[in-house]
């Protein structure tokens, strides 16, 4: 085999749903390919997908935010050398945002942020990036800006194009404060009886357990911005399934789950700030994913960014599916390990 031709993993994909969606972004029923080795993952989120079609609205997927980051490092002799500089950069937003944009297209810097440490400077520079995830993109133009930088201002040397301060593909409480990516909330309101028809709970069992499994016992973990039960499960195999790059779960699944009693109904929600995903880009040049993509209908709207953004409120969606099914699960003693034997180690 030369070392030029591919070697391709496979990874047992099955669609899941259909689920039924509301919201500014995505409406109606649509079904979602999974790839993963963890089979229960199917059937478990499968049933969200039958609570959806089962309440008023089904899912309803907001879009608060979108924007792609990369952070440049610079150093200079000290902390008000490189103070000064940030404050005359402040100034010449225009000019930067001309620079990063004349390297793309499609990437558009709509912002700046810094951090200060002795005297290294780290820009945190922020963009819109239309359908792709846009890692490239904003390397690609911040890295012009931080040939601009190192010209217009000499008494600054070069650290890094990317000084950790975006934050890629690692844990952090920035991504979740500044956002990075897609940040979608998926909502559902689920009715008394079907809580109890179909999850086998009650809307008081869910916010109890999400009180002490994912609030404290997530501050008892020391975790970071994040309280969730298995976020990362439907990222990932969403992410396979569709052609992203896997590692951005990381920070994917740094979301939050909140849930409320109300009258007769459960609320429940799932806020994911940083859904790094794309339509267009590296990941999507195999048929099978051009064709899962297609089926979703994330591949034919014309005007720039919807269908990334669709794919995000599928996306946030499924997760909700996941998450509330996992945890009507652990309501009830055994039914996880049950389920997980069923389903995993029949003969």
């Known amino acids: 085999m030369s070392k030029s031709e591919e070697l391709y ?3 047992p994909t099955q669609w899941v749903g259909p689920m039924l969606l509301s919201g500014n972004i995505a409406s109606g029923e649509v079904s979602v390919p999974l790839a993963t080795y963890e ?3 199917w059937p478990s989120t499968g049933r969200g997908a039958r609570v959806s079609r089962a309440c008023d609205q089904g899912i309803r997927c907001t879009l608060i935010d979108e924007r792609m980051s ?9 902390a008000h050398s490189v103070s000064k500089v940030w404050e005359l950069l402040s100034t010449r937003f225009k000019e930067i945002k001309s620079v990063a944009e004349n390297t793309s297209r499609f990437a558009k810097l709509i912002a700046m942020n810094k951090q200060i440490v002795g005297n290294l400077l780290y820009i945190r520079l922020e963009y ?19 040939s601009w930088v190192l010209e217009e201002y000499p008494d ?11 934050t890629d593909k690692k844990v952090s409480a920035v991504n979740g404060i500044l956002g990075r990516g897609k940040n979608v909330i998926a909502e559902i309101n689920i009715p008394r009886d079907i809580c109890k028809k179909m999850l086998r709970t009650t809307p008081e069992k869910i916010v109890q357990l999400n009180i002490e499994k994912n609030l404290v016992g997530g501050i008892a973990a020391g975790s970071l911005r994040s309280a969730n039960a298995h976020f990362a499960n439907m990222l990932l195999a969403f992410y396979l399934a569709t052609g992203q790059d896997a590692a951005n779960i990381i920070e994917g699944s740094q979301g939050i789950v909140h849930c409320e009693v ?9 806020t994911l700030p940083n859904l790094i995903l794309g339509t267009i880009g590296n990941g999507k040049g195999s048929h099978a994913i051009e ?20 794919l995000a409120a599928l996306c946030a969606a499924t997760v909700l599916c ?3 099914s996992l945890m009507a699960a652990q309501t009830n003693p055994g039914e996880l390990m049950r389920s997980h034997i069923m389903m995993e180690r029949q003969s």
């Open 156 to 166: 600054v040397e070069y650290s890094s194009i990317s000084g950790n301060f975006c």
């Open 322 to 324: 996941g998450e509330l």
């Open 9 to 11: 993993t496979p990874v």
């Open 291 to 310: 064709e899962n993509l297609r089926q979703m209908d994330c591949i034919e709207d014309k005007e720039i960014g919807n269908n990334s953004r669709r």
């Open 128 to 146: 819109e990036t239309g359908d792709a995830s846009g890692h490239n993109m904003v390397t690609k133009a911040s890295d012009a800006i931080l």
């Open 262 to 270: 109300r009258d007769d109904f459960l609320y429940f929600s799932v």
């Open 70 to 78: 990369r952070s440049i490092a610079v150093r200079s002799k000290d």
């Open 39 to 41: 089979t229960p993952l």
